[in-house]
């Protein structure tokens, strides 16, 4: 069993910032990328940001400069710090895991595992 909890959303005014985690536990063999996704009213599920094991990332345009993604690989933990916020940033986010875990003594394949998501609003 593999879990992903997120914490840090809430509402915040128009510039102001915001740092979302996520912890992955359980039966986890080894995790390759992290990232965060998220969903506004009416809109598609889009990246925000991701890192792979080895550090290297990735931005959605609209948060480049912005928003800055890092990991703990120690505590299987991901980061989303996020400055400067507008009101489009209003979303559910979601944190996501790329991993392998362990199932009765065997590691599975490559697998995506999601978060429950967190509610990040921003006001004018």
């Known amino acids: 069993q593999v879990q992903l909890v997120e914490s840090g959303g809430g509402l915040v005014q128009a510039g102001g910032s915001l740092r979302l985690s996520c912890a992955a536990s359980g039966s986890i063999f080894s995790i390759n990328a992290m990232g965060w996704y998220r969903q506004a009213p009416g809109k598609q599920r889009e990246l925000v940001a991701s890192?792979?094991?080895?550090?290297?990332?990735n931005y959605a345009d609209s948060v480049k400069g912005r928003f800055t993604i890092s990991r703990d690989n120690a505590k299987n933990t991901v980061f989303l710090q996020m400055n400067s916020l507008k009101p489009e940033d209003t979303a559910v986010y979601y944190c996501n895991a790329n991993l392998q875990a362990l199932v009765g003594g065997v590691v599975t394949g490559l697998y995506d595992y999601w978060g429950q998501g967190t509610q990040v609003t921003v006001s004018p």
């Open positions: 890192i792979t094991s080895g550090g290297s990332t």
